[in-house]
């Protein structure tokens, strides 16, 4: 079984800076893919971005390109994402998910999710 569990989350003011973190626990492939998704009060769940096992590919949502960075360290099983320049558009609840393909963007393609964190953005 595997597990997912995030933390960073809180609020902050516009233009300013919030990482976030997902501790994996339980047996992922090895090739497995990890992602942050976010979801806003009254919106679907979005894509936010994704990184392959060796982190040598990595893609992101083009809302967050240049202003938000995933990374990945296998050998804690965390993954990451620091987000900077945030906007009032950036709040919303986030999600960490992992799948065993080695990379993906999709939310249909995730297996494993965690609980979700907070994150707000106030002007």
């Known amino acids: 079984q595997v597990q997912l569990v995030e933390s960073g989350g809180g609020s902050v003011q516009a233009g300013g800076s919030l990482r976030l973190s997902c501790a994996v626990s339980?047996?992922?492939?090895?090739?497995?893919?990890m992602a942050w998704f976010r979801q806003a009060p009254g919106k679907e769940r979005e894509f936010v971005a994704a990184?392959?096992?060796?982190?040598?590919?990595?893609s992101y949502a083009n809302a967050v390109q240049g202003r938000f960075a995933i990374s990945r360290d296998n050998a804690e099983n965390t993954v990451s994402l620091h987000m900077r320049s945030l906007k009032l558009q950036d709040t919303a609840v986030y999600y960490c998910?992992?799948?065993?393909?080695?990379?993906?963007?999709?939310?249909?393609?995730?297996?494993?999710w965690g609980q979700g964190t907070q994150v707000t953005v106030s002007s």
């Open positions: 339980g047996r992922t492939a090895s090739s497995s893919a």
């Open positions: 998910a992992a799948t065993n393909l080695r990379m993906a963007t999709t939310y249909e393609a995730y297996e494993y």
């Open positions: 990184i392959n096992w060796s982190g040598d590919t990595i």
